[in-house]
């Protein structure tokens, strides 16, 4: 088993022992939330963090499990809103009925309301330095929040059917998805103690690596059926992809190039931590 697999099953096994416990007698809310957080994924931002602390301070690995878990916690609300009625109305996630399909609207929200703040706690209360931990916090909240993910969503939304230029669109990606991931690698880095400049380098790397997060995303819509993506497809229609901006072949092009610009991030890397780092880029996107 690669250090990937092994990192992503005990991630799961972690996941499971420390679903949210919710007190009271509400008749489904502690079910929806367990369900929306076993429900899988691809698990990417994790693995990131998990990778960094793997590569470079491996002795700190089961410490970083509740930052991990805070960083997907924090990404599961954000699709919990991204698929309500009033955003994109999407009836399916991660090959699952989504969760104002399978309860209602209200639960839906509340969820992600839940697992953004959840977030926080857990990584409050990881067994890391109080000036570690208040540091992965002020990275998540800045980078998840409105200087990032959130005004990425607001800018999708508001565009939709108002066709953005090529830098516009860049930017919408970047705040709404790459910025997490950065987060991620960047949360990761600062477990590990690694000085400023690595850290900058491995959060500009991780810029270029959400960016063509998205563009895979944009592409999957595109080329793949609703079974394939567990998720629905095809809907991209109204929003501002690089697919509709470049067309398919334009977008394939970008990507080879948005490829190209992330091993030359890569190289400025400690290069164990690049290995490491390229064997997840080799197998979620081809590179």
């Known amino acids: 088993m690669s250090s990937k697999e092994q990192l992503l099953k005990n991630f799961e096994l972690y996941v499971e022992r420390n679903l949210p416990i919710v007190e009271g007698y509400h008749p489904h809310f502690q079910k929806a939330l367990g369900e929306i957080l076993l429900a899988g994924g691809k ?5 990131l963090v998990l990778s960094v602390v793997d590569a470079v301070e491996p002795l700190l690995i089961e410490n970083s499990y509740p930052v991990a878990l805070g960083v997907e916690m924090l990404h599961t609300y954000s699709l919990i809103h991204d698929d309500l009625p009033s955003m994109d109305n999407a009836g399916l996630r991660r090959g699952h009925p989504t969760l ?20 926080f706690y857990r990584i409050s209360t990881a067994p890391l330095s109080a000036s570690v931990r208040i540091e992965l916090i002020e990275i998540l909240a800045k980078n998840g929040g409105s200087g990032g993910m959130v005004i990425g969503q607001a800018i999708d939304c508001e565009f939709e059917d108002k066709r953005l230029n090529l830098k516009e669109l860049e930017f919408l990606h970047v705040n709404k998805t790459a910025k997490l991931i950065a987060a991620s690698l960047l949360m990761g880095a600062v477990i590990c103690d690694l000085d400023e400049k690595s850290k900058n380098s491995i959060y500009n790397f991780g810029l270029k690596l959400g960016l063509l997060f998205q563009i895979q995303d944009d592409i999957i819509d595109a080329t793949m059926s609703e079974k394939e993506a567990g998720k629905p497809t095809g809907n991209d229609e109204h929003k501002n992809s690089f697919v509709n ?10 990507k080879t190039e948005a490829l190209k610009a992330l091993h030359v991030e890569l190289e400025k890397l400690d290069k164990k ?14 590179g």
């Open 43 to 47: 698990r990417f931002r994790p693995l």
């Open 100 to 119: 104002h399909v399978t309860y209602d609207e209200v639960t839906a929200i509340l969820a992600g309301d839940a697992l953004n703040t959840d977030a």
């Open 245 to 254: 901006l470049l067309g398919l072949d334009g977008a394939l092009a970008y």
């Open 273 to 286: 931590l690049a290995n490491r780092l390229e064997v997840i880029v080799k197998g979620y996107f081809n």
